[in-house]
């Protein structure tokens, strides 16, 4: 340990009372200014005393805080199962142990079935904790809003309104259904070949709403140990009722809907697991509140038919490839940014383009101005567009045939 800085020596001056009145004044003066820098001498090392001792405090309560841990038992997390007059029952998380304990005075009170506690060696309740969410599904929550609107959907003008009559007005005018005297629609079901706008159609909605926007991937809830899944989905559900208004989007459904089989293995099992968790959260004994569920697939020929009977979900709506007069709108949407040249004819790339998805004319419009970039140009030009559709052409001929080798190695 350092030691403290010696303190100065006292000043001390003896004064001829026999000088004249003016030095008399010059020696007091002088001899202030000694004073005045001893004090200015003590009060550093004061402050510098009070620094040390304030960091020494620091970590004796430190040090005290890491002996009390120590020296304290580790709690651990249960249930609470049932109250029986001054006693309850918790089974403890882990190893499924129920016991009989009795209840804390001070938690009389407060405490109830199902809440979630912490417990000594003894069982003995010490507090009540907050109620569980998987960090995960609060993960999920869409902070900010969706940035696609119905000014960037084309082509799909049927499928808008009715998910917009399923989704949006339930909770943008709720009293309209109430005056009718009918549920609005539980559930919104898209099904269609990839990249014809399920999603864009899901997050024109949210964005349109000022819901709580929670978006989950069907094979995210797909998961290697028993129960977690359906727990997973469970706490989804948790969520957007706490959150409520909330609007729900499962993308890729069919990966925890498919079609039941006689399959034994634990995967499987898990599987149908989280799906019956899912249907008990959609059309269970309890309200689900203002939630509006909305669920995309590529895979509609794989859905259980449990998923799809009404009440789970009330709409199926097909969202097919683009017609010619949809592709024009879609070309349309993805250049209005762009500098076109006079001689581009929206109507022969919509001719042309037969079959392509609303994904793969997005793609086209961003090829057509990478060429145009690539001969230095501002302006996309009619050239480009061909260039660009040979190029995805030629591209979609490549995959092709490494499909065909590969499933003929």
């Known amino acids: 340990m350092s030691r403290s800085p010696s303190l100065p020596d006292r000043p001390r001056r003896e004064i001829d009372p026999d000088l004249p009145d003016d030095e008399r004044l010059e020696a007091l003066r002088d001899h202030l200014e000694t004073i005045l820098e001893v004090n200015d001498q003590l009060t550093e090392q004061l402050e510098t005393a009070d620094t040390r001792r304030q960091s020494l405090r620091e970590d004796v309560d430190r040090v005290e805080r890491e002996n009390k841990t ?21 089974k403890q998380h882990g190893n499924n142990q129920e016991v009989l304990t009795e209840t804390p005075p001070q938690l009389a009170d407060a405490i109830e079935a199902g809440d979630r506690v912490a417990v000594n060696d003894s069982f003995g309740i010490q507090t009540i904790l907050e109620g569980e969410t998987d960090a995960r599904a609060q993960a999920m929550e869409i902070q900010a809003k969706p940035d696609v609107t119905y000014a960037d959907i084309g082509g799909l003008e049927d499928q808008l309104r009715e998910v917009r009559e399923a989704v949006e007005q339930p909770l943008l005018e709720p009293e309209m259904f109430e005056r009718v005297g009918i549920d609005p629609p539980s559930g919104v079901l898209l099904y269609g ?137 879609i070309l349309e949407i993805h250049t209005r940014g762009m500098t076109v040249g006079a001689d581009v004819d929206f109507d022969a790339l919509a001719e042309i383009t037969e079959g392509y998805s609303g994904a793969e004319l997005e793609s086209l419009s961003t090829e057509a101005g990478m060429f145009a970039i690539r001969d230095d140009r501002t302006e996309v030009v009619m050239a480009d567009f061909e260039a660009a559709i040979e190029k995805i052409e030629d591209d979609d001929t490549t995959d092709v045939i490494a499909t065909a080798q590969y499933h003929y190695n």
Do not use: C, H, W
Request: glycine share 6%; proline share 4%.
């Open 70 to 90: 120590l020296k304290d038992s580790s709690l651990y997390i249960a249930t609470v199962e049932d109250l029986v007059e001054n006693e309850v029952v918790v």
């Open 193 to 329: 070949p990839p990249g014809t706008g399920k999603t864009m159609l899901a997050k024109a909605v949210a964005n349109q709403t000022d819901a709580t926007f929670i978006k989950m991937a069907g094979s995210e809830l797909v998961r290697k140990f028993i129960g977690e899944g359906s727990r997973l989905v469970r706490d989804l559900f948790k969520l957007a009722r706490e959150r409520e208004p909330a609007i729900i989007f499962i993308d890729e459904i069919d990966a925890i809907a498919s079609r039941r089989t006689e399959s034994k293995t634990s995967g499987d099992a898990e599987v149908q697991r989280t799906m019956m968790q899912l249907l008990s959260e959609m059309d269970g004994f309890d309200a689900r509140g203002n939630i509006r569920i909305i669920a995309a697939t590529n895979r509609f020929d794989m859905l259980d038919s449990a998923i799809l009977r009404p009440g789970r979900f009330d709409r199926l709506i097909e969202v097919p490839e683009p017609d010619y007069e949809g592709r024009m709108k």
